[in-house]
């Protein structure tokens, strides 16, 4: 189970990844996913499904329901001081009103589309059941293939392993 929060963050998923985003909208979410592991090679990856659950506020007022799957990278070399995790995530979102930070974007912003994750896990080695999280949140059109409109939430939180 992850529970985590963030803050809109635009405009481009590029800007994100590249630390060069602005934060204008005073719009945040929480989000609270569970996840279940489907498939492991051996210690080295793995493909979880999860579920998630949204809630929008600030300048949105609304919730948020992702399915999605999940590719996992476990070992760094570094994991026995600080046990680390790289995932990326696809799959469906679905907002119960169409998101006003996403109509900026395009006034054409529907209420499903596609979800895209990236997250980096780093938890105490004595404690493995706990980590911490930073995860990108985004939703996209995938360049009008998926509807249009688009947002980028960088979010942080915690994971429970039970």
Known sequence: MTVYGGVSAQKKLGDVLTFSATFPDKT???VAALAKEVWRY?????????????RFFGKEDQWQFNGLLIGRWHPFPWDKYLDSSLAVGNGVSYNTEISEVE????ENAGRILNY??????????????????????????????????GSNYVCAGIKFEF
Do not use: C, M, N
Request: charged letters at 20%.
């Open 28 to 30: 945040y979410t929480g």
């Open 42 to 54: 051996e210690q080295w990856v793995s493909l979880e499904a999860e579920g998630q659950v949204g």
């Open 103 to 106: 109509r900026r974007a395009d």
């Open 116 to 149: 895209l994750l990236f997250e980096l896990t780093s938890g105490l080695p004595k404690y493995p059941s706990w980590d911490v999280v930073v995860r990108l949140h985004h939703r996209s059109s995938i360049r009008g293939l998926a509807g249009a409109g």
